[in-house]
């Protein structure tokens, strides 16, 4: 079962969460469309979840070119 971490002041997404065994980032947007991004060891969901960074451009930088879909859980 994920783990669904709020995320507060960002615009882009309103949840994340990350299973290590399986090195994938799951990411809830406003909309309530959740989507995962695989090929994530733990150095790029530091990286995405750092303190100050934007979680947009990391989107849209990074994770959009790793194997990705929408979650349905």
């Known amino acids: 079962m994920i783990e669904w971490i709020p995320v507060t002041g960002s615009s882009r997404i309103i949840a994340e969460a990350y299973d290590p065994a399986a090195e994938t ?3 809830r947007f406003p909309d309530g469309v ?3 991004y695989a090929a994530c060891p733990p150095d790029i969901w530091e990286a995405f979840t750092s303190p100050g ?3 947009g451009q990391f989107i ?3 994770l959009n070119f790793k194997p990705n879909g929408r979650y349905t859980g």
């Open 25 to 27: 980032i799951y990411v």
């Open 34 to 36: 959740e989507w995962w």
């Open 53 to 55: 960074n934007s979680r």
């Open 60 to 62: 849209h930088q990074t």
